[in-house]
């Protein structure tokens, strides 16, 4: 993260979940992307997906550009609740034609850098025709089917999906959540308390 400071500032950047700042989405694309970003939402309620699109000049590296800014933005339109730890941001920047999907630590153990390679090859064909939105829903429609199935996959094995460097507690809180529809959350509270 320092790094990243050095590179892009050390300041707070305050954000909207979908930040359009490059004007590549048109009239009606808006409301198609942000349904999609809700749809993730409403499904795994402790997480939360962010768009950038923006002209990033001089920036090298966009999964690097990105990483600091899931890490520095203060998002306006979440709960304060809402950890930046728990959020995937899609940057997209037209002029350079480069895009990248990072995630926070707590999506470690569910979400690898396959996945995200997977959901930008969903996207690509549409964004080298410029259709910007098209692409961008197909890939979170593409995030939505990798977290169901990381989803059921850490119902039938938890421990799999514990991350070793996060407190126990908050593991089992993560992995309570991402149940759908927050089934078994007694057994995973239990379990969260044994660990402490």
């Given at each position: 993260?320092?790094?990243?400071?050095?590179r892009?500032?050390g300041?707070?950047?305050?954000?909207?979940?979908?930040?359009?700042?490059a004007?590549?989405?048109?009239?009606g694309d808006?409301?198609?992307v942000?349904?999609?970003?809700?749809?993730?939402?409403?499904r795994?309620?402790?997480?939360?997906?962010a768009?950038y699109s923006g002209a990033?000049?001089?920036?090298?590296?966009?999964?690097q550009f990105?990483?600091?800014?899931l890490?520095r933005?203060?998002?306006?339109?979440?709960?304060?609740?809402?950890?930046?730890?728990a959020g995937?941001?899609?940057?997209?920047d037209?002029?350079s034609?480069?895009?990248?999907?990072?995630?926070?630590?707590l999506l470690?153990?569910?979400?690898?850098?396959?996945d995200?390679?997977?959901?930008?090859?969903?996207?690509?064909?549409?964004?080298?025709?410029?259709?910007?939105?098209d692409?961008i829903?197909r890939?979170?429609?593409?995030?939505e089917?990798i977290?169901?199935?990381r989803?059921?996959?850490?119902?039938?094995?938890?421990?799999?999906f514990?991350r070793?460097?996060?407190?126990?507690?908050?593991?089992?809180?993560?992995?309570?959540?991402?149940?759908?529809?927050?089934?078994?959350d007694?057994?995973?509270?239990?379990?969260?308390e044994?660990?402490k």
């Open positions: 993260m320092a790094d990243a400071d050095l892009f500032g300041e707070d950047v305050r954000l909207r979940c979908l930040t359009d700042a004007g590549i989405l048109r009239r808006r409301e198609r942000e349904a999609a970003m809700e749809r993730i939402s409403q795994f309620p402790q997480l939360f997906v768009v990033l000049g001089e920036v090298a590296n966009i999964r990105g990483f600091w800014l890490n933005s203060a998002f306006e339109d979440l709960p304060a609740e809402k950890p930046n730890e995937i941001l899609l940057t997209i037209p002029e034609k480069a895009a990248g999907m990072v995630f926070g630590y470690d153990p569910f979400l690898e850098e396959a995200t390679f997977e959901c930008l090859s969903r996207a690509h064909a549409y964004w080298l025709e410029q259709r910007y939105a692409g829903v890939a979170l429609a593409h995030l089917v977290l169901r199935k989803s059921r996959q850490a119902r039938r094995d938890p421990e799999h514990q070793r460097v996060v407190p126990p507690a908050m593991m089992g809180d993560l992995v309570r959540r991402i149940r759908s529809g927050h089934r078994k007694e057994l995973v509270q239990r379990e969260s044994v660990e």
